[in-house]
């Protein structure tokens, strides 16, 4: 079975932090772009950050640029999205995706892998 499982998230204050992770099981991501979503109630999906499956290189969403980071762990076979400086309006369901090759990209409709998503609370 062909799984990412997200996981990290939970309820934060206003200005805290969240490190979310996503552990891939049944295949490697090794070589496979890799991303983070987000999807909040009346709101489409929105790509957050994604991370290239050869050199590694990094784009971001100008909605989370400077406050998000992405990185990979091919090792362990895992992703991660550290959050910092979080907003009420950063509150939504977070979902890892991962593609079968290594060019990055923003479209969800690129991804073949999606886990099924952690909350994010962000309130006071």
């Known amino acids: 079975q062909l799984q990412l499982v997200e996981s990290g998230g939970g309820l934060v204050q206003p200005g805290g932090s969240l490190r979310l992770s996503c552990a891939a099981s049944?295949?490697?991501?090794?070589?496979?772009?890799i991303a983070w979503f987000r999807q909040a109630p009346g709101k489409e999906r929105e790509g957050l950050a994604c991370?290239?499956?050869?050199?590694?290189?990094?784009k971001y969403a100008d909605s989370v640029k400077g406050r998000f980071t992405i990185s990979r762990d091919n090792a362990n076979n895992s992703l991660y999205l550290q959050m910092n400086n979080l907003r009420p309006e950063d509150s939504a369901i977070y979902y890892c995706?991962?593609?079968?090759?290594?060019?990055?990209?923003?479209?969800?409709?690129?991804?073949?892998?999606w886990g099924q998503g952690t909350q994010v609370t962000v309130s006071s």
């Open positions: 995706a991962a593609k079968t090759n290594g060019l990055s990209s923003s479209k969800e409709d690129e991804y073949d892998y």
């Open positions: 049944g295949f490697s991501l090794e070589g496979k772009a």
């Open positions: 991370i290239s499956g050869s050199d590694y290189m990094t």
